[in-house]
């Protein structure tokens, strides 16, 4: 079995039928196995993690594959239900997710100066993934890991200077960089999926990248995503 999670584009949104035409639905025929599509519109890092943390925990001793397409870093969950399902939150409203967008940059401006920035969420998500690597290792699970948006040596570039000391310790900036980098050479490089998937389209450029103005990939894009990451899953395992 394969297990996929991710945002709208392991989701398959704007596809017509994204059970045949996803990606996760193609790499899973081209191994003949079935396949759990976990993958949710707008999911965060945050709960893609705890999801398939949850996953992994609770199948420990099946024979299970995951291929996990992080999101935009800076997207939050809450968690408001009583059977554990969340409510998808979006930190940054924009135009896909509001119509009303007069207060958008006063509302940006207020929420990285008060709540969150996105060093510190590349941090948080380097941390995921080395939570997850370490499980998956120990219970000799094979695993990719890839991004939509952004190259993973760009978010730890972006975040290995970033002072995440607290109190006593807050100043020990030259100690906090050794541990960001720790924890960066920590991951191994070849289950990380090194083109994220922006790029790796414009280096390809289908003619349907984006469906419509939602800016999803069309039938052609998920063709050529699945042979890639099959043959990075081939190449590496």
Not at 144 to 169: A, P, Q, R, T
Not at 195 to 213: A, T
Request: charged residues 25%; proline residues 2%; aromatic residues 16%.
């Amino acid at each position: 079995m394969i297990y996929f999670n991710g945002d709208s584009f392991t989701y398959g949104q704007d596809l017509d039928n994204r059970h045949s035409d996803g990606f996760p639905t193609l790499i899973s025929e081209e191994n003949k196995i079935g396949y759990i599509n976990d993958a949710l519109p707008s999911s965060s890092n945050e709960r893609i993690f705890l999801n398939t943390l949850s996953f992994l925990l609770q199948n420990l001793s099946l024979d299970v594959t995951y291929i996990i397409g992080w999101s935009y870093i800076d997207r939050r969950f809450e968690s408001i239900y009583d059977d554990g399902s969340f409510k998808l939150v979006n930190l940054i409203p924009n135009e896909d997710h509001s119509k009303n967008t007069k207060y958008r940059n006063k509302i940006q401006k207020f929420l990285f100066n008060n709540f969150e920035g996105s060093k510190l969420n590349s941090i948080r998500l380097i941390s995921y993934m080395i939570s997850l690597q370490s499980l998956f290792n120990e219970h000799k699970k094979k695993y990719l890991f890839w991004s939509v948006y952004d190259d993973f040596e760009k978010i730890y570039n972006d975040c290995k200077d970033v002072d995440i000391g607290v109190g006593d310790y807050s100043d020990q900036k030259t100690s906090t960089a050794r541990d960001v980098k720790s924890m960066w050479n920590f991951l191994d490089k070849s289950r990380i999926v090194k083109l994220n998937l922006y790029d790796f389209l414009k280096q390809r450029n289908p003619s349907d990248v984006f469906v419509e103005k939602n800016k999803h990939m069309g039938v052609r894009s998920h063709i050529l995503w699945s042979d890639y990451l099959l043959t990075y899953l081939n190449n590496v395992y």
